[in-house]
Each structure stands twice: as structure tokens, then as C-alpha cells.
């Protein structure tokens, strides 16, 4: 696999400081947040842009809320990237009120100011926030890579339906954090 670093963008989507009150980052999600940071920090050493797409919702009028409960937000601590993350100030922020990172925002604008027509996406919840956001991508014209270790699944669903809607229906590459984080090196 190789990465242009000059047109790929790195989505930490929904890694939010309030993730489900952190419990999501404790036992199995471990290791996905280890390897989440693990491939933001070699993004920024190769000059990749690392954007994170949070949630942002409206209590009263966010429909996402009736089904999942109150998470996210807006401009509340928990809503903001989490520390784990070590974000940075060239980082991006993108605030989101639906699962896609690109309804309703301008993150299609912003990738297509800074070049982008490729993105590796990580984060949670790898069967909604993550999917669809890849789904939108595929629609788009962005080529799209998964990194199977830097995403997790805990809402509905399994890990590796995610991966494989990600791979056959929008056309993904599925890599894991080493082989993403050694193609960064060249």
C-alpha cells in the first residue's frame, strides 16, 4: 500500500473525550484507542492533515438522541477531541450532528481546499459514524482506507460486518495501524 501524503487526510471520527462517560476506551476498546493515537501521531509526522469529525448534537431536536441516548453535545467537554488523541492546533475540528461526517458540514469543502482525494478514517462506532461517513466518501469520488484496528464497534453490529460493508459496498482498502503507519514512512 502506498500513501500520497500530499492528497490524504487522516478522520478521527466521534473519539470524543466524553466517549460513552470514557467507558468505551476501558477493556476491548483499549487497544483500539492505543492504535488510534498510535496512527494520528504518524499522520502528523508525515504531514498528514488530521481532521476530527466530533459529535455535536442540539438536545430537543437531534433525532440521533432519541435512539442513542445523550452523548455529544454541542460545546459541552464531552464533545470535544479526546486527550488521548493529543490533538493538536493544525488540527482540524469539524463538529457533526448526524452519523456522516459530511451531512450538514463543511468537511467536502474542506478536503477539496487542501487537495484531498484520499482519506483514512478511524473511530467509532465503526458500523454507524464510521460507515456512513466512508458511505458518503464513495458518493463523493474520495478513495477511502479503513484501518481496522483504529476503529471499534459497541453499539449494534459486529467489527467485521463493518469491514466488510466498508470493503465491498464503498470500495475501502483495509489496512491495520502497522501497515498504515509503515506506508506513512515510505
Not at 482525494?117 to 478511524?122: D, G, K, Q, R
Amino acid at each position: 500500500m502506498t500513501i500520497n501524503t500530499d492528497t490524504t487526510a487522516l478522520l478521527a471520527i466521534d473519539i470524543l473525550q466524553g466517549g460513552a462517560d470514557d467507558s468505551i476506551y476501558k477493556g476491548a476498546g483499549e487497544r483500539f484507542a492505543r492504535k488510534a493515537a498510535d496512527v494520528a501521531a504518524a499522520c502528523r509526522a508525515s504531514g498528514v492533515p488530521v481532521i476530527f469529525l466530533d459529535d455535536a448534537h442540539i438536545p430537543g431536536i437531534d433525532r440521533e438522541l432519541e435512539l442513542w441516548g445523550t452523548h455529544g453535545i454541542a460545546d459541552s467537554p464531552e464533545a470535544q477531541p479526546a486527550d488521548f488523541m493529543d490533538p493538536d492546533e493544525q488540527d482540524f475540528i469539524i463538529r457533526k450532528r448526524r452519523y456522516s461526517g459530511f451531512f450538514g458540514t463543511d468537511l467536502d469543502l474542506t478536503l477539496r481546499e487542501l487537495g484531498i482525494t484520499t482519506l483514512v478514517a478511524i473511530g467509532c462506532d465503526t458500523n454507524i459514524c464510521v460507515l456512513h461517513t466512508l458511505a458518503d466518501a464513495f458518493y463523493l469520488g474520495y478513495e477511502t482506507v479503513l484501518v481496522e484496528d483504529a476503529t471499534f464497534t459497541f453499539l449494534c453490529g459486529t467489527q467485521d460486518q463493518a469491514i466488510d460493508r466498508a470493503r465491498t459496498c464503498y470500495g475501502s482498502a483495509i489496512v491495520s495501524s502497522d501497515e498504515l503507519i509503515a506506508s506513512l514512512r515510505g
